[in-house]
C-alpha cells in the first residue's frame, strides 16, 4: 500500500480491500489512518499478472453497471502490488508500487501538547526512514515537548449520498464565524476521557473560544453542522452546488462509514457455465444466431465451430437468450443479476460430479442415516475458487443485493475504466441440499402463516421507509422479498456456521455462505458453506471432512439443539417485526444466529428460529423432521 510521497506505509491482505475497507474506506494503520484512493489513481506500471479471468462474474458486473448507465468493463483486475527481488535489495522500487492512499482525516493532534491542525499546516512532519517497516510510518510533532507521535482527530462529516469531509474545527469553535484576533488561529484538541461517549474541547488558542464536539451530535448538533459540500476524498472531487442531503457527525472509525457493493461467482467446471459467457464474450457475432437446440446443431455440426460440443447445448441457448434480453430489453434488475450468478452454480452443485480441476473438484458422500428426512444430498467441496468484484460502495446505509437502489452507491473513479477492483480466494466447503418435497410441502403451509406475513410486511416497511426522492417511476415495495424458502435456508447456515466455529476450531469469519433458494419457476434448496479467507483455514481439509457421517450428524444435531434456545429468551423467541418496526429478522439476535459481516451474504437479514424449532410449541411452523427435533 503506498502512501506520502509514494511511500509504503502499511499492508493488508487482498480479500480486505473487498470486504471491509476498499476504495472510499478509511484504513487504521498503527499509528494513522489512511484513504484508499480511486482506482483514477492506480498504476499497474511494471505489473504484468493482474487479470482475473472469470467470465461469469465480468458478465454479472456488466449487468450490473448496465443497469446504471455506465460503461462496460473487459478486465477484472487483482490490487497492484510487488515484492523487492534480488534486483532491490532494499525494497526501494516496490516501495511506490501499490494500493494508492492518502491520510485521512488530514487534521492531526499531538499527543503531548495538544495542537490541533491539518497535516499540510507545517506543524508536522512525516517520518519513515526503515522501507521494511512501513508499519513504523507516522507523523510527529516537533514541540517542547520533543517529537511527539501525531494521531488522526477522528472526527469526520459524511452523507447518505456517499460523501465525506474534514470536521470543520476552526469555524465549529467559532459558531461559523472567523477568529477576532486572527485569521490563522491555533487550536487544540483535549480530550476529558470519563464516561461520557463523546467529551473533547475544542479551543482556539489566539482568543480562548472553547466548544465541546457533543454540540455537533445528535438531531440538535445537526442544526450546529455546515451544509454538505458535495466531497469524495478519494476522488479528489466536490460537488459544484454543493449536497442537499444534511452533513451527520461521524467518527473515523465507525462500521457504518463505508459498505462495499460487491459481486462474487465461483469458478465452474468446464461446460458447466464457467466458460459460457467467455465463449459468448469472444464469438458473439456468430454465435448470437442460437436460438435452439437446432441452432446449436446446426452449427456444431461445421468443423469451425466444433468448440461448440464441448459445451451443454441448452445451457448456451438460455445464455444466448439472457445476454439478448440484456441487451435489447436494458439491463436484468439486480435479482436476476444474482439469478444468473447462483444458477449455474447450483447446477454445478447438485447435478452430476465433474471432473475435478484446478479451481473446482466435488465429491458426493452418503447422508447420515438420521439427516435423510432433511437432506437429500452431501457433497464435499474439496476444492473452490471464488472471484469477487468491487463494483461501488455506499455510507451509512448498507446496500441490499436485492434493492440496491435503496442507497446511493458512489462510483470508484471519476473517469469511466474498462476494468474494477476484483480478488479471489481459494477454499473448501461442504453443500447440502434440502429436499425438495419437504421444502415445498413447507413453504406452501406457512407461505399465508401470521409469521411469515409479519416477515415480508416488515419487509414492505423497510423499503418503503428507505425510498428517497431519487427513486422515480413505479416503485414495488416488494421487489427483492426474499421468500419463505430462502428464510429458512438462511437460518440453517447461521446455525451451521456458528456451531462449526464453536465445535470444530474455525473462525466463524472465515467462513461464508452461498444460499440457493431458486424461485416458484425454479425452485432449488441448498446450502454452500465455504472458506472465504486465504490463510491456513483456506485449503487443509477441516472444512471438507465434517460431511463424513458421524460428524456431520453430530453437527447438525447440536444445531437444532442451541436453537431451541437463547440467552436473551423470551425477548428473542418471541420477537416479529410488527408494525412500525421494519427490521428484516424475527426469532434471531446476536446471541444466537448473527455472524459477522464478512460471513453473511445478507447483513444478518431474513433470519428465524421459529422456523426450524418449535420455540413456543407451534410444530406447524416448523421446517425440521420430528426426529431430528431436540
Not at 462495499?260 to 467467455?278: F, H, M, N, V, Y
Not at 446511493?408 to 469511466?416: D, G, P, T
Amino acid at each position: 500500500m503506498s502512501g506520502h510521497a509514494n511511500r509504503r506505509v502499511g499492508a493488508v491482505r487482498p480479500s480486505h480491500l473487498m470486504y471491509t475497507a476498499g476504495i472510499g474506506s478509511l484504513v487504521d494503520l498503527p499509528n494513522f489512518s489512511v484513504l484508499i484512493k480511486g482506482t483514477d489513481s492506480w498504476s499497474y506500471q511494471g505489473i504484468t499478472d493482474y487479470d482475473i479471468d472469470e467470465p461469469r462474474l465480468r458478465a454479472a458486473v456488466n449487468r450490473s453497471l448496465q443497469r446504471y448507465g455506465r460503461r462496460q468493463i473487459e478486465q477484472l483486475r487483482s490490487a497492484p502490488w510487488l515484492e523487492g527481488g534480488d534486483g532491490d535489495p532494499k525494497g526501494w522500487v516496490a516501495q511506490g508500487v501499490g494500493v494508492p492512499v492518502t491520510p485521512f482525516p488530514q487534521w492531526l493532534r499531538c499527543t503531548a501538547c495538544n495542537v490541533l491542525a491539518a497535516v499540510d499546516s507545517g506543524e508536522f512532519a512525516f517520518v519513515n526512514a526503515n522501507p521494511r517497516a512501513p508499519h513504523e510510518a507516522k507523523f510527529v510533532h516537533d514541540c517542547k515537548k520533543g517529537k511527539p507521535l501525531a494521531v488522526a482527530a477522528r472526527f469526520t462529516l459524511v452523507c447518505t449520498d456517499g460523501h465525506l469531509d474534514e470536521f470543520p474545527y476552526t469555524a465549529f469553535v467559532h459558531h461559523g464565524q472567523g477568529c477576532p484576533k486572527t485569521s490563522r488561529p491555533k487550536l487544540r484538541m483535549k480530550d476529558h476521557g470519563g464516561n461520557q461517549a463523546a467529551n473533547v474541547t475544542l479551543e482556539c488558542v489566539a482568543c480562548g473560544t472553547k466548544r465541546n464536539i457533543r454540540d455537533a451530535m445528535g438531531e440538535r448538533g445537526r442544526r450546529n453542522l455546515p451544509a454538505c459540500r458535495g466531497r469524495h476524498p478519494h476522488l479528489g472531487t466536490y460537488e459544484a452546488n454543493g449536497c442537499v442531503q444534511e452533513a451527520v457527525l461521524m467518527v473515523a472509525g465507525a462500521s457504518n462509514q463505508w459498505f462495499p457493493l460487491t459481486l462474487s461467482a465461483l469458478a465452474l467446471p468446464k461446460g458447466q457455465g464457467g466458460d459460457i459467457e467467455k465463449l459468448l464474450d469472444d464469438h458473439w457475432p456468430e454465435l448470437q444466431g442460437i436460438e435452439s437446440r437446432e441452432n446449436y446443431a446446426f452449427l456444431a455440426a461445421i468443423p469451425a465451430f466444433q468448440y461448440l460440443r464441448e459445451f451443454d447445448a441448452d445451457a448456451l441457448v438460455a445464455a444466448v437468450a439472457a445476454r439478448k434480453a440484456g441487451v435489447d430489453g436494458g439491463a436484468p434488475a439486480a435479482p436476476d443479476v444474482q439469478a444468473d450468478l447462483l444458477g449455474p452454480e447450483w447446477d454445478a452443485l447438485s447435478g452430476p460430479v465433474p471432473q475435478p480441476s484446478d479451481d473446482f473438484a466435488l465429491r458426493a458422500v452418503a447422508v447420515p442415516p438420521a439427516l435423510g428426512g432433511l437432506f437429500s444430498d452431501v457433497r464435499q467441496v474439496e476444492r473452490l475458487r471464488e472471484a469477487r468484484a468491487l463494483i461501488g460502495f455506499t455510507r451509512l446505509d448498507a446496500p441490499d443485493p436485492e434493492s440496491p437502489e435503496l442507497a446511493k452507491q458512489v462510483e470508484l473513479s471519476r473517469a469511466a475504466q474498462n476494468w474494477v477492483p476484483a480478488g479471489e480466494v481459494r477454499g473448501e466447503g461442504v453443500f447440502l441440499r434440502v429436499r425438495e418435497e419437504l421444502m415445498a410441502e413447507w413453504a406452501a403451509r406457512v407461505e399465508k402463516s401470521p409469521q411469515m406475513v409479519a416477515h415480508q410486511e416488515a419487509f414492505r416497511r423497510f423499503r418503503n421507509n428507505r425510498k428517497s426522492a431519487r427513486k422515480t417511476g413505479d416503485f414495488d415495495p416488494l421487489y427483492g422479498w426474499a421468500g419463505a424458502r430462502y428464510i429458512a435456508l438462511h437460518t440453517l447456515s447461521h446455525l451451521l456456521i456458528r456451531t462449526i466455529a464453536l465445535e470444530c476450531g474455525y473462525n466463524s469469519a472465515s467462513l461464508a455462505e452461498r444460499i440457493y433458494a431458486g424461485d416458484e419457476q425454479n425452485p432449488q434448496a441448498g446450502i454452500l458453506v465455504y472458506t472465504a479467507v486465504p490463510d491456513s483455514e483456506g485449503t487443509l481439509g477441516g472444512l471438507v471432512s465434517l460431511a463424513e457421517e458421524r460428524v456431520l450428524d453430530r453437527i447438525v444435531r447440536r444445531a437444532l439443539a442451541d436453537a431451541s434456545h437463547c440467552s436473551a429468551d423470551p425477548l428473542c423467541s418471541e420477537r416479529l417485526p410488527h408494525a412500525p418496526a421494519d427490521f428484516l429478522h424475527g426469532a434471531a439476535c446476536h446471541i444466537c444466529l448473527f455472524v459477522s459481516e464478512t460471513t453473511c451474504e445478507r447483513g444478518n437479514r431474513f433470519l428465524d428460529r421459529r422456523f426450524l424449532v418449535p420455540l413456543t410449541g407451534d410444530k406447524d411452523l416448523v421446517l425440521t423432521p420430528a426426529n431430528l427435533l431436540p
